[in-house]
């Protein structure tokens, strides 16, 4: 299969292989030990009051940040978003616009934002212990099923479906960057990007093609949509879809912690929506957010793939430069007159 010429996940034992032998690569060209000294992993931002310490640690804890060393641990070196594109190259005809950044660069700034954004409400969603005001006086009714309706829960529900909206959002940004063909551009997903509109094969522009942080990227929707290999390798990312379908569309029944009068995969009421307990809804809108991180991550290196082919491509061209600028945290305040 088309499919198999890319991305094929090969003999798992060659994998180990492959990794060992990196592995001492690196350990035979670095002195891990003396880089460990001078880079202290254990010294950043703390935060300024008790709830964003709790909240950065969390986030450390639970792999969150948008920082590679979060990988390494939940040191507070790695407490931090520094993850960006990297410098991109465009002809001087490529836009009308030619003195403004490329639109992905603000595309990549906005996911960026809403992935931060749908942390933090996970955060404050799990972390929560009082009633709300907002919650105050909101008649509803007790279907006697440990049922559990609050702002924290909407919190939680809304951190999941922001983190799940992210992955189709990167699939858009794959469509762009790499000028897919595709006859309904409204209709790109994390699922289908890859493939050949109405047929189960890749598009012509990925077969052999040659980078591995788009071949994880496209693994990573295989997590989510390939039925054999959520069986296996992402077993926890079995139900994420389905759970997403009900957030959106239909009827998600949340009960206090793990109590589940049905299955995630059962059906009451003539199929009327799906159950799950609170703690699990949780995991879950966690394991969406560390896709999420992920799929940022691939994209970005992804593109930095491409944009080092173009320099090795043209090693004579001539490339000016334009400065991008970071936005200041106080130009984050919305001022109201």
């Known amino acids: 299969m088309a499919e198999d010429a890319l991305f094929d996940s090969g003999d798992q034992r060659e994998a180990i292989v492959y990794f060992d032998n990196q592995a001492m690569e690196i350990a035979g060209a670095v002195n891990i030990d003396a880089v460990r000294e001078v880079q202290n992993l254990d010294l950043g931002n703390e935060g300024r009051s008790k709830t964003e310490r709790a909240y950065r640690r969390w986030c450390l804890e639970h792999r969150l940040f948008l920082c590679p060393l979060n990988d390494l641990g939940p040191h507070l070196a790695a407490a931090t978003d520094d ?43 799990i972390s929560s212990t009082q009633v709300h005001f907002s919650d105050r006086g909101v008649a509803l009714t007790n279907t006697l099923d440990y049922p559990l309706y609050s702002l924290a829960s909407e919190r939680v529900r809304t951190a999941f479906r922001i983190a799940y909206s992210l992955l189709d959002k990167v699939a858009f940004l794959v469509f762009r960057y790499w000028n897919l063909d595709k006859k309904h551009p409204d209709r790109v997903s994390f699922k289908n990007v890859w493939m050949v509109e109405g047929k189960a094969c890749l598009l012509p522009q990925f077969e052999k093609h040659d980078n591995l942080p788009l071949r994880g990227l496209f693994w990573l929707s295989k997590e989510l949509f390939d039925d054999q290999l959520k069986q296996t390798t992402a077993a926890d990312a079995r139900e994420l879809h389905s759970i997403r379908n009900a957030l959106e569309h239909t009827y998600l029944r949340v009960s206090e912690g793990w109590t589940k009068p049905f299955m995630i995969n059962g059906t009451s009421n003539g199929s009327f929506g799906i159950a799950i307990g609170s703690d699990e809804l949780e995991a879950k809108a966690i394991r969406v957010m560390q896709m999420a991180r992920s799929a940022l991550f691939y994209v970005s290196f992804a593109i930095g793939v491409e944009e080092r082919k173009k320099r090795l491509a043209n090693p004579g061209q001539l490339i000016a430069s334009m400065p991008l600028y970071d936005l200041e945290d106080k130009r984050k305040r919305r001022d109201r007159f």
């Open 83 to 125: 993850l960006m594109l990297p410098p991109l190259i465009e002809g001087l005809n490529d836009r009308p616009d030619g003195h403004l950044p490329p639109p992905i660069v603000g595309f990549f700034s906005q996911m960026k934002q809403e992935y931060a954004s749908a942390r933090f409400m996970l955060f404050e969603g």
